[in-house]
């Protein structure tokens, strides 16, 4: 138990103790003062750091709480503190319960507010319909700081004997919303957040490593296009297959380089070492122009999380990605946007083989021998 440090009062002391024209406040020691009001009140107070900030508590007032008293709650509340345990945020749980805030439900529906405007309409609509088919009726009206990781559990078994799919993603959903009850005070942890090895494995999916039937693009993208994760990350999913450049060029973008007037992105390519553009669609310029208001002050488009300096991790997105349920062994990667691009130019849209390699920042022989690489696709690479 941490030291307590020099008591100073006495029982004779606190009960001597006279009023002044404010608050009078007498200390003991270790954080413990008695507080004697204007009108002769009495009551202890208890000073603790926390975090570097510094938290007061009530311990009650003399004499229903004697100095003796006061000094055991005291020791047990540093003794708490010495363990990590945050007061604050204890007090404030305690609270919403008590009072009958902070429902599961009225949680959720926060969240999802919070970050509706980030979702498709179907994506938002599809998350709505299975809190409240398949969470709500149990967990609805509980104050979300109660609810434990056995019980989270055994409503997702629930769900996984329906189907594992739905079992795996509203765990991921119960998972935000538990982290946005803990940063809101209204939680103090997730019980969502292990639970992934008590679920059955996902399903194999049935994909392809890069999808190059429209059919089956079409459905990824507005998967890409729901992630509710960092606006960051959520950018560059959204814009990696706009693009189709390797993942590491896509995350070392420097705003430098890009213009958004013009509507192009040059740099020199990784591999081949040469200039290289890319053509900047209305869908690209669009997600630029909304991440360039948060990231445009410094060198990276997509910098680290931890550090402006510092690129974004090499794994960031596919690790997105499989937070999303997509397995990026067997449906797509990061760099698997550039075969899917490579299809569907050529045998969909019937771009010209050479033009399309160009785009890619492939080296491509002209008819003289050499290397070419700075090209963009236009109208007439099409055959």
Known sequence: MPKTGTNLLTELAVKAAKPKDKPNMIRDGSGLWLVVEPAGRKWWKLRVVFAGKENSFSLGEYPAVTLAEA????????????????????????????????????????????????????????????????????????????????????????????????????????????????????????????????????????????????????????????????????????????????????????????????????????KTKTPHIVPLSRQALAILRDLYQLTGSGKYAFPSARSASRLMSDNTLNAAMRRMGIDTRTEITGHGFRAMARTILDEVLGFRPDFIEHQLAHAVRDPWGGHTTERRICRSGKR
């Open 71 to 270: 000094r055991e709650k005291r020791n047990a509340v540093r003794k708490q503190v010495a363990a990590g345990i945050d007061l604050g945020a204890t007090r404030k749980v305690a609270k919403a319960r008590e009072s009958g805030e902070g429902s599961f439900e009225s949680v959720a529906r926060e969240w999802r507010k919070r970050f509706l405007p980030r979702w498709s309409e179907g994506h938002a609509a599809t998350i709505l319909t299975r809190l409240e088919r398949d969470i709500f009726p149990y967990f609805g009206p509980r104050p979300i700081g109660e609810i434990t990781p056995p019980e989270m559990a055994a409503v997702l078994r629930r769900i996984e004997a329906r189907s594992v799919e739905t079992a795996h993603r509203l765990r991921n959903t119960c998972r935000q919303i538990f982290s946005y009850a803990v940063a809101s005070g209204l939680a103090m942890t997730n019980p969502a957040a292990d639970l992934r090895e008590a679920l059955a494995p996902m399903p194999q999916p049935k994909h392809m490593a890069a999808p190059t039937d429209p059919k089956d693009v079409a459905p990824l993208l507005r998967i890409l296009d729901g992630y509710d994760g960092s606006f960051l990350v959520r950018c560059a999913l959204r814009l990696a297959p706009l693009v189709f450049v390797r993942p590491g060029e896509l995350r070392a973008m420097q705003w430098a380089d890009v213009d958004l007037d013009l509507g192009e992105w040059r740099y020199t390519t990784s």
